[in-house]
């Protein structure tokens, strides 16, 4: 696990300096706090930050094959690396590590830029194939391991965070204003664009080729849509099935010369991951938890119960308001906006969790894979309820409207929403709604009326970017075609960027067994009804197949997810800090948005009218990153 980055001034044919990729690498300290490399040869340079997991003693990076025509950085873990070693080896290849890292240099020449085919695990790599001056980069399939890249009138660079390229000298630092309104109604910024214009995010499952100064990708893997679904199989098979991926996935994220432990939330999905690691440990698992004083927030009596069923090693910790004063600094390691509030406990459960070892487990994906979501409950719903007419509905909407929301997901807040949602046209628009800080349409009022003439036809860019995902699997369930939709943007551009940045910040490596590719497609294999069963039995094949696993009063709750009391700290704790930053002169001088219509949703907020506390968590978060990387800017007339 580390960090990497590298330049190829391919134009100008200048020598890299070791002080450019030292600037960038430097950046990186955090993700690879053990160790550095370098490799330049002329107008070339890889560089990398290493945080020693396997083969401690000879796994320095970059890494060459034997005649150094070619070489690899690599961030992440291959898991089966030892196999696809012995292959090479037993086809003549010479090895001088013991390294995951050095299998992808030898399997490159053997495969070409098809290589990342052929890997099972969590990665972005980068190759410089010296005979034919060209530089190949690839990210793993679910997008784990991030990479961001940039053509320059100088350079390809490229990175695992977007600050390091901002060391290129001729980088244009100018905001993308789509990536403004993409971030307002997604929480994140999806690939392929960034906050800047002209640096991208490598999408996942893809692998880009720089050659002769021109640049292509292309996409090798996807989740088999619309193969055919093992409606067929009997459910006490695809169970026993099931488990056996799921516990061979846990099994081979096991390796590591370092402690190793596991993120345990108290639901389901790290239950299930704490409980086939203490079948696969032969010493007590070292679990962490973290929860909130606001016990209707806190997870943490959960978590003791599958604690003491397998004997862990348990840790507690408790995230309170005035912890929030590390959001600059979080803000400062995301790079660009991001609004997931559960940034802030991931980044503390990480921080304290590195205290006692250097990689943990967590159930990241199974909720996407096997339809876990309220809303796949509430979609499914409206179909129900799709024949009424549609001025019933706006009768009913009107009746909730007088119904106090003053905490989110409250059955007045749930009901408003699911009412609104079903009178939307089209399934991409509902869907949208149920996943939106700032639903469609909502930020019509929000934007002034020079950010909305500078977006133009960029406006409802997120809502187009959602809709490319249903348009490429018309032909699955509901059930199923949400959870595409979810694997190939919530999943990665929102959860895996989260999990990576607040792990990373502190030199902490996080490996997701639910995200294994084999545990996936066997889980789209699945027709949708195994997983969401009738309209309350969420992850239903999930829960049946490890129920005998998990103590009764795990397998029998609801999800709660990593949920921050936003509302009563903005209300308490965090009003004057709210208002210092987003209320402030240089806040309101940038020219996003409307004065008046900050002012009357903290109003609304503060008065107990409505529950706001995501939305003005966006908002803070979008001018805390201004003030790290663009606090000068402002919207010209």
């Known amino acids: ?23 960038m690498n430097d ?45 690899v950085v690599l961030n992440g873990e291959i898991y089966n690396y030892q196999e696809l070693r012995e292959g090479l080896l037993a086809r003549g290849h010479v090895f001088k590590t013991k390294s995951d890292t050095e299998v992808i240099v030898h399997l490159y020449e053997e495969k070409g830029e098809a290589f990342p085919r052929e890997l099972r695990g969590m990665f972005a790599a980068a190759i410089w194939d010296d005979r034919k001056k060209k530089l190949v980069i690839a990210r793993d399939r679910i997008g784990k391991k991030p990479l961001f890249y940039a053509v320059t009138p100088s350079c390809f660079a490229f990175a695992s965070e977007l600050r390091s390229l901002l060391t290129i000298n001729d980088l ?15 929480q994140y910024i999806p690939s392929p664009m960034s906050i800047f214009k002209g640096v991208y995010k490598l999408e996942p499952a893809s692998v880009l080729v720089f050659e002769k100064g021109a640049l292509r990708t292309e996409k090798y893997w ?29 099994k081979i994220r096991l390796m590591s010369e370092v402690p190793l432990g596991a993120f345990l939330s108290g639901g389901i999905d790290s239950s299930i991951v704490t409980a086939l690691m203490a079948r696969n440990s032969s010493a007590p698992v070292k679990t962490f938890s973290i929860g909130f004083k606001e016990e209707k927030f806190s997870e943490l009596g959960y978590a003791r119960q599958v604690a003491e069923m397998y004997g862990t090693k348990h840790t ?9 004063d590390v959001l600059e600094k979080i803000a400062w390691h995301y790079g660009e906006p991001y609004a997931d509030c559960s940034a802030l406990p991931s980044y503390f459960v990480s921080r304290e969790t590195r205290r006692d070892v250097t990689v943990a487990l967590n159930g990241d994906g199974a ?79 929000l ?54 940045i607040a792990s990373m910040a502190n030199s902490l490596e996080t490996r997701s067994p639910f995200l294994d590719h084999k545990v996936l497609e066997f889980a789209f294999s699945l027709p949708g009804n195994l997983k969401l069963k009738g309209l309350n039995k969420t992850k239903w094949i999930l829960k049946e197949t490890f129920r005998d696993m998990l103590p ?20 308490g704790e965090l009003k004057d800090y709210w208002t210092g930053v987003c209320l402030s002169e240089k806040a309101l001088g940038r020219g996003y948005f409307k004065p008046e219509a900050l002012t009357r949703l903290w109003n609304e907020h503060q008065g107990g009218l409505r529950d706001h506390g995501y939305k003005l968590w966006a908002l803070l978060m979008l001018e805390l990153w201004h003030r790290q990387y663009a606090d000068g800017f402002r919207i010209e007339d």
């Open 1 to 23: 696990m580390c960090g990497i980055c590298g330049i190829y001034k391919y134009g100008s044919g200048l020598p890299v300096e070791r002080g450019d990729l030292k600037a």
């Open 27 to 71: 950046l990186l300290v955090h993700r690879g706090p053990d160790d550095e490399g370098y490799y330049e040869r002329g107008n070339v340079g890889l560089a990398m930050r290493r945080l020693s997991i396997i083969d401690l003693a000879t796994g320095r990076q970059p890494i060459s094959n034997e005649d150094g025509s070619l070489w």
């Open 172 to 186: 244009p630092r100018e905001i993308n204003p789509a990536a403004i309104d993409a971030y307002l109604t997604l």
């Open 222 to 250: 996807d989740l088999p849509a619309g193969a055919p679904k093992l409606t067929g199989v009997p459910v006490p098979e695809l169970k026993e099935r099931l488990k056996a991926e799921m516990s061979e996935a846990v």
């Open 316 to 324: 507690e910790f408790t995230v309170e308001a005035h912890m929030a």
């Open 367 to 445: 909720d996407e894979a096997f339809g876990g979501y309220l809303r796949y409950v509430g979609m499914k719903a409206e179909r129900l309820i799709a024949p009424a007419p549609r001025w019933a509905k706006a009768a009913a909407l009107k009746a909730v409207g007088f119904m106090p929301k003053t905490a989110p997901f409250n059955f007045s807040w749930r009901l408003e929403k699911f009412l609104k949602f079903s009178m939307m046209n089209t399934l991409e628009r509902r869907y949208l709604s149920t996943i939106s800080f700032f639903g469609p349409g909502e930020t019509d009022g």
């Open 447 to 500: 934007y002034s009326g020079k950010f909305a003439g500078l977006l133009g036809a960029d406006k409802n860019y997120g809502e187009r970017y959602l809709s490319k995902f249903f348009a490429l699997n018309p032909d699955e369930d509901l059930l199923n075609r949400m959870s595409y939709t979810d694997l190939r943007s919530y999943l990665p551009e929102c959860l895996m960027t989260k999990m990576d």
């Open 552 to 571: 009764p009063g795990i397998y029998r709750r609801g999800k709660m997810g990593f949920g921050v009391p936003l509302g009563i700290w903005f209300r």
